[in-house]
């Protein structure tokens, strides 16, 4: 008797999604767009650092939420 966890490839029970060039484009905009927006908001705004990231926490945490609901 063969156990049908042991038959299944690897692959299929990783969780984990496929690297492709598409998390990479998504990964370096949202880098690039999150150090613009702190840096816009802590310099030429005058907000500082400590409230800059306190506004972009909210809004990251708004979005977080938003996408769980849906």
């Given at each position: 008797?063969?156990?049908?966890?042991?038959?299944?490839?690897?692959?299929?029970l990783?969780?984990?999604?496929?690297?492709?060039?598409g998390?990479?484009?998504?990964?370096?905009?949202?880098?690039?767009?999150?150090e613009?927006?702190?840096d816009a908001m802590?310099?030429?705004m005058?907000l500082?650092?400590?409230i800059?990231?306190?506004?972009?926490?909210?809004?990251?945490?708004?979005?977080?939420?938003?996408?769980i609901?849906?």
């Amino acid at each position: 008797m063969t156990n049908s966890r042991s038959a299944e490839s690897p692959r299929a029970l990783s969780k984990v999604p496929e690297t492709t060039l598409g998390f990479w484009v998504i990964k370096i905009a949202a880098t690039t767009l999150g150090e613009t927006a702190g840096d816009a908001m802590s310099m030429p705004m005058n907000l500082g650092y400590l409230i800059g990231t306190a506004v972009l926490a909210g809004i990251f945490r708004a979005a977080v939420m938003a996408q769980i609901r849906a």
